[in-house]
Nanobody
Framework: VQLVESGGGLVQYGGSLRLSCAAS????????VAWFRQAPGKAREGILC???????TYTDSVKGRFTISRDNVKNAVDLQLNSLKPEDPAVYYC?????????????????????WGQGTPVTVSS
């Protein structure tokens, strides 16, 4: 297992949660990293990504609410979820692909990424 997500759980609508994607055998500095989510009965959706040089791309549904950031000390990429809405509950996955073979800007479609974590669930309650 090369990517491990953590930080998922139950939070109230309007609340916040911080997810982390830690790498064990990869040096994430050299990878584009993306966060995807999949709700029950729905297709997996790419929501944000960050290139190896720090440029980020967001889908409209999370812009202004979610933030992606790198923690080079932990060799991790974090996802800050704020102002959680009813459409946000899902299993959240991180994915990575070597920057030297995947041109920037980082894409938000899942077939672009070769390495995946196992996912962490986010549940939102009223």
């Amino acid at each position: 297992v090369q990517l491990v997500e953590s930080g998922g759980g139950l939070v109230q609508y309007g609340g916040s949660l911080r997810l982390s994607c830690a790498a064990s055998t990869l040096i994430l500095d050299y990878y584009h990293v993306a966060w995807f989510r999949q709700a029950p009965g729905k297709a997996r959706e790419g929501i944000l990504c960050m290139t190896s040089n720090g440029s980020s791309t967001y889908t409209d549904s999370v812009k202004g609410r979610f933030t992606i950031s790198r923690d080079n000390v932990k060799n991790a990429v974090d996802l800050q979820l704020n102002s959680l809405k009813p459409e946000d509950p899902a299993v959240y996955y991180c994915a990575a692909h070597a920057a030297r073979v995947l041109p920037a800007p980082c894409p938000l479609f899942d077939t672009a990424y070769a390495v995946w974590g196992q996912g962490t669930p986010v549940t939102v309650s009223s």
